[in-house]
């Protein structure tokens, strides 16, 4: 047994997202007999956070890392402090990098995007080990970088879901996940002409309305759900005739929603982009590279009687695949050296 500290700001409070991976990272790890240990309040300071580190007795320090988890801007010294102070004290670091910096696409970026650079690349600097779970950014850094995907942080269904009863409509998942591509998700809606036209799991209709971006897409034909529990979550997309995921930056292992809908055994349509992962050629993933293929696919499909038979073979590859379980271990394969 090794003791492993991670550092996720936010946890355990924000719900989602890199608190939600490092929720089912501490306890597979924990499971596995290796004490495992959350710290990092990034309000606290660096060098309260390191002796909270050194209070662990970690051996192994895993830094998730996303610019905007330790600063307003994205620029903050305490992820490269902290990890100073570790590695002067022979700790094994490891930065898994969620997201590296903003693109210089708007006014504000064009200034903070090399900042973010540098320092991320500071930060790297003083890393044992790097992962991503996009390839695209593995050569970015230094010549090796593991790739570990994050995958479904849903968890699994006790019981396997029955896709019994069929949904009426086409479900979009965690709607507020950035780069969603609603342009391409209303234009498919409206050719399917369901009632309801969508199903939305992870958000209620005052949510959406209150969203600066989505609201602006929002339909009264929709049916909102709301957060729901994990496993009626679950159930909901095992239900769906069809899973609408394209992203502005295509489909990739850090994309969680669509690992969820997968592992369910759902039909899901997602999308190519700048960051899109050649790993889903070969998946059963259904992948369109423009708005008008997205449309004919989601026709195709919502035409297309899905079988049991089918079902039950995206649900094998997911297994195969991109079971937490194995994610989980290969991740730790890398923190441990």
């Given at each position: 047994?090794?003791?492993?500290?991670?550092?996720?700001?936010?946890?355990?409070?924000?719900?989602?997202?890199?608190?939600a991976?490092?929720?089912?990272l501490a306890?597979?790890w924990?499971?596995?007999g290796?004490?495992?240990t959350?710290?990092?309040?990034p309000s606290?300071g660096?060098?309260?956070v390191?002796?909270?580190?050194r209070?662990?007795?970690?051996?192994?320090?895993?830094?998730?890392?996303v610019?905007?988890?330790y600063g307003?801007?994205?620029?903050?010294?305490i992820?490269?402090r902290?990890?100073?102070q570790?590695h002067?004290?022979?700790?094994?670091i490891?930065?898994f990098v969620?997201?590296?910096?903003?693109?210089?696409?708007?006014?504000?970026?064009?200034?903070?995007?090399?900042?973010?650079?540098?320092q991320?690349?500071?930060?790297?600097?003083?890393?044992h080990?790097v992962?991503?779970a996009?390839p695209q950014?593995?050569g970015?850094?230094?010549?090796?970088?593991?790739i570990?995907?994050?995958?479904?942080t849903?968890?699994?269904?006790?019981n396997?879901?029955s896709?019994?009863?069929r949904?009426?409509?086409?479900?979009v998942?965690s709607p507020?996940a950035?780069?969603?591509?609603?342009?391409?998700i209303?234009?498919?809606?409206?050719?399917?002409?369901?009632t309801?036209?969508l199903?939305?799991?992870?958000?209620?209709?005052?949510?959406?309305l209150?969203?600066?971006?989505?609201g602006?897409?929002f339909?009264s034909?929709?049916?909102?759900?709301?957060?729901l529990?994990?496993?009626?979550?679950?159930?909901?997309?095992?239900?769906?005739?069809l899973?609408?995921?394209?992203?502005?930056d295509?489909?990739?292992g850090?994309?969680?929603?669509?690992?969820?809908?997968?592992?369910?055994?759902?039909?899901?349509l997602?999308?190519?982009?700048?960051l899109?992962?050649?790993?889903?050629?070969?998946?059963?993933?259904?992948?369109?590279?423009?708005?008008?293929?997205?449309?004919?696919?989601?026709?195709?499909?919502?035409?297309t009687?899905?079988?049991?038979?089918?079902r039950?073979?995206?649900?094998?590859?997911?297994?195969?695949?991109?079971?937490?379980?194995?994610?989980?271990m290969?991740?730790?394969?890398?923190v441990l050296?």
């Open positions: 047994m090794v003791s492993i500290a991670i550092l996720s700001p936010g946890f355990p409070g924000t719900q989602g997202g890199v608190t991976h490092t929720q089912r306890r597979a924990s499971d596995s290796h004490e495992t959350v710290i990092g309040d606290e660096p060098e309260v390191f002796e909270q580190l209070n662990a007795n970690a051996k192994h320090f895993l830094l998730q890392y610019p905007f988890l307003r801007r994205g620029l903050s010294r992820p490269e902290v990890a100073r570790a002067g004290a022979g700790i094994r490891t930065t969620h997201e590296p910096w903003v693109p210089p696409t708007r006014l504000p970026w064009l200034v903070l995007s090399p900042l973010q650079r540098t991320l690349r500071r930060l790297l600097g003083l890393s080990a992962v991503t996009v950014w593995q970015l850094w230094r010549p090796r970088t593991d570990v995907y994050v995958g479904s849903m968890g699994a269904l006790a396997q879901a896709p019994k009863p949904l009426e409509s086409p479900v998942f507020f950035s780069g969603l591509r609603w342009d391409w209303l234009a498919a809606s409206n050719v399917l002409g369901a309801p036209s199903t939305i799991v992870g958000a209620n209709e005052k949510d959406i209150q969203h600066s971006s989505v602006t897409w339909h034909a929709w049916q909102c759900l709301g957060r529990p994990a496993d009626e979550a679950l159930s909901v997309l095992a239900r769906a005739p899973v609408f995921a394209p992203f502005v295509g489909a990739t850090r994309r969680t929603s669509l690992f969820a809908a997968a592992s369910t055994g759902a039909r899901v997602s999308s190519t982009g700048h899109y992962d050649s790993f889903f050629d070969s998946s059963p993933i259904h992948i369109a590279s423009s708005r008008r293929e997205f449309v004919e696919l989601a026709t195709e499909l919502w035409c009687p899905d079988t049991a038979e089918e039950d073979a995206r649900i094998d590859w997911y297994r195969q695949t991109v079971d937490p379980v194995r994610l989980d290969r991740l730790l394969e890398v050296g």
